[in-house]
């Protein structure tokens, strides 16, 4: 039995469905918060349990005969390592004999703010003794593509991540190295796999890339991390995490979000999405 945390959020649906192309759905386990919204998992055959990362009661029986176990990070930051150390200690209990964790790339040494919850999560599962795989996610190509339509119409593209080269790859393509892992014949514990894109490339490069697809002109303009944060704060979000985004832009600078190690590939066999491709799938919609 594999079991997947987070399961009706976007990564956990891209592993499900990922691992549906080997794996029958009877042998896999959608635990989630709220089991209202995962009728559509029930119907295919894959049980539904209740899991609740702030509600430590409900992960024994979302575990219980679990074999393996993908814990997704929890969304809640600054919450994360009480939620996260949870689940390992009901995952220990309830017997699972692997279990597979969404860290940060290159989080031990990791200059970004996101990452000290991630370090946190991995001394615990250390800690545990559990045998776990560590799956050290780096930037979704979906994070900056979100502010497609802003920058089409203003025709710029804003960050804080100066010519820092981005190593980013779809959720998708990080769901695949996933459920690569969870399959694998190969005893995964004590693996550290630092999951990036094949390619990389600075933000002035995907604005180029952006502007050459629309037909429209569009610019990078970088801004102080303050700056940036401010801008962010304006338009909505908050100031918490208006602060992280400017940080991992920060970082970026910094190269903290580039990987020339092409790890998904050696996981899934496969070339991760190019920006050419995921920048004309955006504008598709």
């Given amino acids: 039995m594999i079991a997947i945390t987070g399961a ?32 559509d998992l029930a119907a295919k055959g894959i049980a539904v349990r209740e899991a609740d990362y702030s509600k430590p009661e409900t992960l024994a029986g979302a575990f219980a005969g679990v074999d393996k176990l993908l814990l997704i990070s929890s969304s809640e930051v600054g919450q994360r390592t009480a939620q996260h150390t949870a689940v390992i200690d009901a995952a220990k209990a309830a017997g699972v004999k692997l279990l597979a964790y969404t860290s940060l790339l290159h989080a031990d040494t990791s200059p970004l703010a996101l990452a000290a919850e991630h370090v946190a999560t991995e001394q615990a599962l250390k800690a545990s003794g559990l045998p776990h795989v560590l799956l050290r996610n780096g930037w979704y190509v979906e994070n900056y593509l979100l502010a497609l339509p802003t920058a089409l119409e203003h025709g710029a593209l804003l960050g804080a991540a100066g010519e820092g080269r981005i190593s980013a790859a779809s959720r998708a393509d990080y769901a695949a190295a996933a459920a690569a892992v969870l399959t694998s014949a190969e005893d995964q514990a004590g693996r550290v796999h ?3 894109g094949d390619e990389s490339y600075s933000l ?11 037909g429209k002109p569009v610019v990078y303009n970088n801004l102080p991390e303050a700056a940036y944060k401010d801008v962010l704060v304006s338009v909505g979000l908050p100031e918490g995490f208006a602060a992280l985004l400017a940080d991992s832009d920060a970082g970026a600078a910094k190269g903290a979000l580039f990987d020339g190690g092409k790890g998904i590939g050696a996981l899934t066999g496969k070339a991760t999405v190019t920006v050419k491709a995921a920048v004309a799938a955006a504008l598709k919609g």
């Fill in 8 to 39: 009706t959020g976007q990564l956990g649906r891209l592993v499900i469905d990922a691992l549906l192309a080997s794996v029958p759905a009877s042998q896999i386990v959608a635990a989630v918060r709220n089991p209202a919204k995962a009728a």
């Fill in 204 to 214: 002035a490069e995907l604005a180029a890339e952006i502007a050459a697809q629309a």
């Fill in 194 to 196: 630092e999951l990036a």
